[in-house]
């Protein structure tokens, strides 16, 4: 079992910047996929980025440019440093861990681009 939480949603204005952190708990040994996805009012939920056990990376073609994922493995987190926002990211941004076969989500965090 591994246990995700985020945190650090919020509301920005547009342009503005945000990050996001989650934290991993349990088996994180099995980890070897980390990841963001966001889920938008009336939509299914995509992938925004994930980094893999080795630090590679892949984007969503949306947020390329745009959005950073980094991982401190010390502190077992992950980050999305997320700039220059559009009110198309406003969205639930929820964290994820593969692990054995299995995909575990955090309760995932609001985030809301808006003026």
């Known amino acids: 079992q591994v246990q995700p939480v985020e945190s650090g949603g919020g509301l920005v204005q547009p342009g503005g910047s945000l990050r996001l952190s989650c934290a991993f708990s349990?088996?994180?040994?099995?980890?070897?996929?980390m990841g963001w996805y966001r889920q938008a009012p009336g939509k299914g939920r995509d992938l925004v980025a994930t980094?893999?056990?080795?630090?590679?990376?892949n984007y969503a073609d949306s947020v390329k440019g745009r959005f950073t994922i980094s991982r401190d493995n010390a502190k077992n987190t992950i980050n999305l440093q997320m700039n220059s926002l559009k009110p198309e990211d406003t969205a639930v941004y929820y964290c994820?861990?593969?692990?054995?076969?299995?995909?575990?989500w955090g309760q995932g965090t609001q985030v809301t681009v808006s003026s």
């Open positions: 980094i893999s056990s080795r630090g590679s990376t």
């Open positions: 349990g088996d994180i040994f099995s980890i070897n996929t």
């Open positions: 994820s861990a593969g692990a054995a076969a299995r995909l575990y």
